[in-house]
């Protein structure tokens, strides 16, 4: 086995990278590799390292199939392809390409595991890791053992909002939040692994349950003994030794307990490929006496260190280095979010969401027209006509992913609520938007860490399960109140969502809570600077703010003001409400100050 | 591609042997009396993730049947479910009809559905409409038939996932829920799965030998009690005891009390025992009656806890 010398050693996360992809390559059970805080730019270079792995050293780079929002079933399942013929149109079907059997292993690449598809959430739910995969499709039958692995990006922060049962198929996981680099070649250091797997020994799998305790599900079990299976196979050994549980716990990174005392512990057997032990930031606990060994020169594979560490959990100086983040994270999550979405019939009929499948069709709106053609050309010499015929039976039309035909437009004036909660007035409208499936948008006043106190700060989200929501409701106060300033992002929010979905808006509601007083001019938040004392201009401007969402469409539209009740100023919120065309609702009964 | 382990051929071959998947003995039990007692109708059987539900489901049918069963996919089109044209056939110019998954369920006995709580609601309700009528009606495409189906339902669901309708809930004869491993268990599984996948990467392996021998005892041992079910009595007081216990736990309907027959008699069946004695039927009662309780057919848990079993403990003492 030869070893690259230090100053051509690729970077650490680089080299756990490289390693991780060797071992997904190596065992299908390990096909699924997730990778948290990726940079975005590298998730190309990184996904062309593992299909050259994949493809091996003599072959082409396995293919890639990428997958994202707009991934459909027709995409993944069934490759169809429409021909012209002298009797007319004809169509083959083949495996699709995340089952077709030939050459390397495909590389299925999710850019952004939290916003995959809803089919390419079931793809991956049946296919990662699973003994057996059953493909049920137009003119295909299947039943095959999985062959293509899964390389998928997601931030640490949204792991919270991916489904559980989505993320546990994933057995590999690396937080790489450091990674700059990629390898573009393949290094040579992984000497040839033997025809079969490496034994599991006993003394591994118990050195696997020592690590990861006793909370771990089976699948982490399984996946940490599988990946110590696979470095020692990749090392040339034939039996898994604690130590490769030890190197795969720590290309994972999860620190490593020091193992149990025992007296029959195998610990002098054969020895296992340690490693030259690789610097990691942060590594500061002693090294164990096994990693001090001598060793012969064949041993010192590039494997990553053994050394000792405390308790199971994130490599020390390392915060977002664990890789079961989803443990800790809280995040509302979509309900059921392998289902197939719903489709809703009380708003107007829509064609404007991405299209994420198709279905059958009973009339010709939003047809699906090559999925029609296709569906046609399959009956055609039954039919017998002379001519190329579409009939009813052959209609299908697009399946959308739901578009928002609800809006929920909330301004937030930080500096009115005190220590008032205000999730009681506020709870009636969340819990609308939620049942409508409404989008949000959110703007803040007043905010202690606004990047700039003098301007209005906004963000729009899917619906109110974003978890920017909840960080905004309980922000601390601040001390201006640019209240004129949001009034008009609110207003240009309102005429946007109207000029951008037409008709297909069919409800939006604006919510402002504040007390009405704005201690902020307009003419303030625009140049970023404060002239001169303010007096009751900030007040005023916000009235002058509010008076153009009076003009749009109420039949649509319903505003209402809640009223923070803050004295002395307690008919500032009637004025504001009054110039919106708004509802007072009342935020709290108990007069504060 | 270098490096890849070896990988046999048959998709059936990566499946861990019945006889080898550690633990989960509620889950095994309800596909033994099921597979003894058809007339029970099938098992649901919920759990966590990584719990070996889709395993042993796939281990008990290459046990039993020598073949893999007969699976709905959670994407499978509705032509694939209720059968249609084939699809070369018809670009020949030529009618051939290819039968769908529920008439290969009538033909092997069992449908499988995998995640059975993620099917759309179209072959949710497909499915239903064959399971109650016992007809599968096809009117579609230039396709009339008509054909009577009969079919038991093993599914497997993880519960985090959103639950079941009632009316599917009650088609599954037993429900079971997987349960944790025990760190003991949590070893010896982690030890079999991995000494499985290293035997089946090698050519030969005493491992596999002994996993089927053991498979072939299992299968003789269901074969006997298969032939013996018909014979095994069900005394009057069993019967007796068994409406007054779904009486005191609430149960909906009177299918529940049917199935527990069954699988009392089954487990009787299995243990070569003449007649159903009441501790047969305290040992089927929860997954006959666990799932036809009002708070699960309204989205409750499947829990059968301590108070369930103190709710019906005196008739079984006195009995």
């Known amino acids: 086995m030869t070893t690259s010398t230090p100053a051509l050693e690729p970077p650490d996360d680089a080299r756990r990278l490289e390693r991780a992809f060797r071992c997904a390559a190596l065992d299908p059970a390990l096909s699924g590799v997730l990778l948290f805080d990726l940079e975005p730019r590298l998730i190309r270079p990184v996904a062309g390292l593992f299909t050259a792995i994949l493809g091996g050293p003599a072959g082409p780079p396995a293919a890639r199939i990428p997958l994202g929002a707009a991934t459909r079933d027709e995409d993944l399942w069934v490759t169809s392809r429409l021909e012209r013929h002298r009797d007319g149109i004809a169509f083959t079907v083949a495996p699709g390409p995340l089952v077709a059997g030939a050459g390397p292993p495909p590389l299925a690449v999710v850019p952004d595991l939290a916003h995959l598809s809803v089919a390419g959430m079931r793809a991956a739910v049946q296919l990662i890791g699973a003994d057996v995969v059953c493909v049920e499709q137009p003119g295909l039958r299947l039943v095959d053992r999985p062959r293509a692995r899964w390389l998928a990006v997601c931030r640490s922060e949204d792991s919270g909002r991916v489904t559980p049962h989505l993320l546990d198929r994933f057995a590999l996981r690396l937080a790489v939040p450091g990674l700059r680099t990629v390898p573009e070649g393949l290094s040579s250091d992984s000497a040839a692994p033997l025809g079969a797997f490496a034994a599991t020994t006993e003394e591994a799998v118990t050195r696997v349950q020592e690590i990861l305790g006793p909370g771990a599900g089976p699948r982490r079990s399984l996946a940490l003994a599988r990946l110590a299976r696979a470095l020692a196979t990749l090392g040339g050994q034939r039996e898994v030794t604690a130590a490769h549980c030890e190197d795969a716990a720590r290309l994972i990174g999860l ?339 | 591609m270098s490096g890849t382990a070896p990988e046999a051929g048959r998709p059936g071959a990566s499946i861990l042997p019945y006889s080898r998947v550690v633990g989960q003995d509620d889950l095994k039990l309800a596909l033994e009396l099921n597979h003894v007692a058809p007339g029970i109708g099938g098992v649901l059987m919920a759990g966590q993730r990584g719990t070996a539900k889709s395993t042993l489901v796939r281990a008990f049918a290459l046990m039993a049947h020598g073949e893999l069963p007969v699976t709905l996919p959670i994407n499978a089109t509705d032509d694939r479910v209720v059968g249609g044209w084939r699809l070369d056939a018809l670009m020949r110019g030529e009618t051939l009809e290819q039968p769908g998954l529920l008439e290969e369920a009538h033909d092997k006995g069992i449908l499988y559905v995998d995640e059975v709580n993620l099917l759309d609601d179209h072959v949710v309700n497909i499915i239903l409409d064959v399971v109650s009528t016992g007809q599968l009606s096809v009117q579609r495409e230039g396709l009339a038939a008509a054909r009577q189906l009969d079919f038991g339902l093993v599914g497997t669901m993880n519960p985090e996932e959103g639950g079941l309708r009632p009316q599917l809930l009650d088609r599954f004869g037993l429900m079971v829920t997987a349960a944790d491993l025990d760190t003991d268990a949590r070893h010896r599984m982690i030890r079999t799965v991995l000494a499985f996948e290293e035997a089946r990467a090698r050519d030969t392996s005493e491992w596999l030998t002994d996993a089927e021998r053991d498979n072939a005892a299992v299968r003789d041992r269901l074969r006997a009690a298969r032939e013996r079910f018909a014979q095994v009595d069900v005394p009057d007081p069993v019967l007796r005891l068994c409406a007054e216990a779904a009486g005191r736990l609430d149960a909906v309907g009177q299918r529940g009390e049917i199935v527990a027959t069954h699988a009392a008699r089954a487990l009787a069946a299995l243990e070569g025992a003449e007649r159903v004695e009441p501790r047969h039927l305290l040992r089927v009662l929860p997954p006959a009656l666990r799932h036809r309780r009002p708070e699960a057919a309204h989205g409750g848990t499947f829990d059968w806890g301590p108070d369930d079993h103190a709710r019906i403990k005196d008739l079984f003492d006195a009995g």
């Not at chain 1, 509302?332 to 197939?340: C, G, I, S």
């Not at chain 1, 007040?539 to 039949?555: F, H, K, M, Q, V």
């Open chain 1, 255 to 593: 620190r490593v307990t020091e193992p149990a005392p025992s007296a029959d512990r195998p610990d002098s057997g054969e020895p296992g490929p340690l490693p030259a032990p690789l610097p990691h930031p942060g590594d500061t606990g002693r090294r164990g006496g096994r990693s001090n060994r001598r060793r012969r020169p064949e041993e010192e594979q590039p494997l990553l260190a053994s050394g000792p560490a405390e308790g199971v959990g994130s490599a020390p100086g390392a915060p977002l280095g664990m890789p079961y983040p989803e443990d800790d994270a809280v995040a509302l999550r979509e309900f059921m979010p392998l289902r197939n979405p719903w489709q809703r019939r009380s708003g107007p009929a829509s064609a404007r969401g991405a299209v994420v499948g198709t279905r059958r069709a009973h009339d010709l709106r939003d047809l699906a027209l090559l999925r029609t053609v296709r569906e046609a050309a399959v009956h055609q010499r039954i039919r017998g006509y002379e001519d190329f015929t579409v009939a009813p039976v052959d209609l299908h039309s697009n399946l959308r992913a739901p578009a928002p035909e609800r809006l929920l437009t909330l301004l937030l004036d930080h500096t009115c609520r005190g220590d008032w909660d205000w999730q009681d007035a506020l709870t009636p409208f969340l819990q609308w938007a939620y049942t409508a499936r409404a989008a949000l948008h959110v703007i803040e006043v007043g905010g202690a860490d606004a990047a700039d106190e003098l301007r209005a700060e906004s963000f729009a989200a899917r619906g109110v399960l974003d978890p920017r929501l909840m960080t905004a409701l309980y922000r601390p106060r601040g001390r201006a109140t640019p209240l004129a300033h949001g009034i008009e992002q609110a207003a240009r929010t309102m005429r946007q969502a109207f000029r951008r979905q037409g008709s297909a808006l069919a409800e939006a509601w604006l919510v402002v809570v504040t007390d009405g007083r704005g201690n902020v001019p307009l003419r303030a938040s625009h140049t970023g600077r404060l002239h001169g004392p303010v007096a009751a201009r900030g007040i005023e401007d916000s009235l002058t703010a509010a008076a153009p969402i009076a003009a749009l469409d109420r039949g649509r539209l319903r505003v209402a003001v809640v009223d923070a009740a803050r004295r002395p100023y307690g008919e500032l919120p009637f004025a504001l409400a009054e110039t919106l065309g708004a509802m007072v609702v009342e935020g709290r009964g108990d007069h504060g100050s």
